[in-house]
């Protein structure tokens, strides 16, 4: 179960922004690697270029080492090599302090940005001039900028559509070149350009490199594709109910914690636990099918009753979660009403019987599993009734539910520190007035609580089965007690140790039992087992072969708080008894005093005839007492002689 959680959270945390993420940072890499190979090889192609061209130029560049010897024939060849080349588009010569000697052309460089290329010869100053058709610059440090967009220039898509003309200017750069050669300066102005028929490889390359990333992309984008339709797979999975095909608990979590963080105004939320009452019984009548069937019916029919911003979803066990807006509580409760006849038009020929708990969300409440809870905890105090109920949360019920949760917590430190204490309450004979036994009762004296009455914990114990093992205890308590005054020499009499409905479900409990008092090697006739009627209705079987045999061990076995049930004759004619314990209701009240006293004497005189002895219980006052006394009743327990005392005041007044 633990590990199906933790994968449902595994996936509800999965989310989609990082796969997009991925993909706008994948492709944004691989067009930053597209422009960095762009650009370093359009920067290598001008650089090979550049290198060319002044290898072309440099024998017209050695003619001015006699320049002072050959004028008209150097400038005329000079003229010439410019007319009919290409690399060179003008020459400018000046004496070493600047001053013009000769020029082609009225062209000439600005000295006042002199530059140095870094793949060039270092001795060599390169000036670069700005002129319209250039696209092509050189920063201070010498490196290359390019003015345009590569890309743009390149152009590659135009030339793949077009053809391979060779003849398209890409990038266009004149850069004048400097050399000192007697006492002159020579500066000669290049004209580089690249053509698209220079960048054949580039484009191959380029194009290799966008289908590539062309062909990544569209992967990526299919598995992204893939992923969302995954998610809002397994997301319909997740959040779907399987009985009713609307939106389970999960979703019920997830949403109903947005909406109480989005709340609208001038509403107020409630959280609320609708149950069907009996749903088992249609299951066991009809079949699981069938009970299934009903739910989705049900379903179908409450969530045409649910507003924008509401919830409604199928939990467990025939049981609903409802997340509802309203304006004040009667407009609530008539809302539910409502809800309740429209559900009962389901089944024509049954009426269907519900319980609803109800909690108010508070302004601060957020969790809305805990305020769920909250509401199944009112639910749960309305018992099984038939009739529809409402009950609404309140703080007393959180108190009930934390002090239980203490209780279980701290009951096996407690037995194991013995501090569930034998307290003993005497039964006087009414011919003698005189101790003839007693009953052994609990108290839990907690350490930081203090004393705990029984009716704090033992329906506690009885809900969650710790009470067979304080049963135990208590038998062990008392055979040891018995044993201890066996050893001091004082006479014993019966004392009656409570035996829970719950140790008869297994057979071997008289077994059992012996062994607890064998230990302590006390006769058995001075241990009394008290079982309430209500164990009757459970394994009838069992408990008349487990009553036989604790009497056939020389066990007293007794009938605790008959009366109290509505079957007492019909267990009297099954069992065989041998003490009957008249419950305290007879007793008590003034206008069926008469009636009650006409009941007890008849239960009486009926235990004598079946060879029972009668233990009255509850008994305060002189006039009970002499009324007993007087019907033959065997024993009285109760206020007027005593208390429950622990065993220390016990022996003082009765040893």
Excluded at 224 to 246: A, C, E, H, P, Q
Excluded at 485 to 507: C, M, T, Y
Aim: net charge negative; aromatic share 10%; with cysteine.
């Amino acid at each position: 179960m633990n590990s199906k959680i933790e994968r449902i959270k595994k996936l509800k945390k999965k989310r989609i922004w990082p796969s997009i993420l991925g993909l706008v940072v994948i492709s944004s890499l691989f067009a930053i690697v597209l422009a960095i190979l762009v650009e370093v090889s359009i920067y290598d192609m001008f650089k090979r270029k550049t290198l060319t061209n002044m290898s072309q130029i440099k024998p017209m560049v050695d003619m001015f080492e006699d320049y002072e010897n050959n004028k008209e024939s150097i400038q005329e060849q000079v003229n010439s090599y410019i007319d009919e080349t290409s690399e060179a588009e003008a020459v400018w010569v000046t004496d070493l302090d600047g001053n013009k000697i000769w020029a082609t052309s009225d062209k000439m460089p600005n000295l006042d940005n002199k530059v140095s290329l870094d793949f060039l010869d270092k001795n060599i100053v390169h000036i670069v001039i700005a002129e319209e058709e250039t696209n092509i610059a050189v920063n201070v440090d010498g490196d290359i900028v390019f003015r345009d967009n590569i890309f743009d220039k390149i152009g590659i898509v135009k030339i793949l559509k077009d053809g391979w003309s060779g003849d398209k200017e890409i990038i266009r750069a004149k850069i004048w070149t400097i050399n000192e050669d007697n006492n002159l300066k020579v500066y000669v102005l290049q004209d580089i350009v690249i053509y698209s028929q220079d960048c054949f490889m580039l484009v191959m390359a380029v194009v290799l490199f966008g289908i590539m990333m062309a062909i990544f992309i569209l992967y990526y984008l299919i598995s992204l594709i893939s992923l969302i339709k995954n998610m809002r797979r397994i997301s319909k999975i997740l959040y779907s109910d399987v009985i009713t095909g609307g939106n389970n608990w999960l979703y019920f979590e997830k949403k109903g914690n947005k909406l109480l963080k989005r709340r609208l105004k001038n509403k107020y939320y409630a959280v609320i636990h609708f149950k069907i009452r009996k749903f088992r019984s249609f299951c066991t009548c009809f079949g699981v099918n069938e009970g299934n069937a009903l739910v989705e019916q049900l379903y179908n029919v409450m969530k045409k009753q649910i507003e924008r911003k509401e919830l409604l979803v199928y939990k467990d066990n025939a049981s609903f979660g409802l997340l509802l807006t309203y304006t004040d509580e009667q407009q609530l409760r008539d809302r539910i009403d409502a809800l309740i006849v429209s559900l009962n038009e389901v089944l024509s020929n049954m009426k269907l019987y519900f319980a609803v708990g109800i909690y108010t969300v508070d302004k601060k409440d957020s969790d809305i599993e805990q305020l769920y809870s909250n509401a199944v905890l009112a639910c749960d105090k309305l018992g099984e009734e038939a009739e529809n109920k409402i009950i609404f949360y309140d703080v007393e019920m959180n108190k009930r539910r934390v002090w239980e949760r203490k209780v279980e917590d701290d009951m096996d430190a407690a037995l194991a520190n013995h501090e569930f204490q034998v307290y003993l309450q005497p039964k006087i004979s009414t011919n003698k007035e005189e101790l003839a036994g007693a009953e052994a009762l609990v108290r839990w004296i907690h350490p930081t609580e203090g004393f705990i009455p029984p009716n704090k914990f033992i329906p506690i114990f009885e809900r969650n089965g710790f009470i067979l093992k304080l049963d135990d205890y208590m038998l062990e308590e008392i055979a040891k007690q018995q044993a201890q005054w066996i050893e001091q020499g004082h006479n014993l009499v019966p004392i009656s140790v409570n035996v829970s409905r719950a140790h008869f479900a297994k057979d071997g409990l008289a077994e059992h039992i012996c062994s607890i008092v064998d230990k302590y090697k006390v006769p058995h006739q001075f241990i009394e087992l008290e079982l309430t009627e209500s164990a009757f209705f459970d394994d009838k079987e069992i408990l008349i072969n487990t009553v036989r045999k604790l009497r056939e061990y020389g066990f007293i076995v007794s009938m605790d708080d008959f009366g109290a049930g509505y079957s007492s004759l019909n267990s009297l004619k099954e069992l065989q008894l041998d003490v009957l314990k008249l419950d305290a209701d007879f007793f008590r009240g003034v206008e069926s005093v008469d009636r009650g006293m006409l009941i007890v004497s008849e239960v009486i005189d009926l235990a004598k005839k079946l060879n029972m002895k009668i233990v009255a219980e509850g008994i305060e006052s002189r006039e009970q007492v002499e009324f007993l006394t007087e019907q033959e009743c065997d024993l009285i327990q109760g206020y007027f002689y005593s208390k429950p005392m622990p065993i220390s005041e016990f022996e003082v007044k009765y040893r």
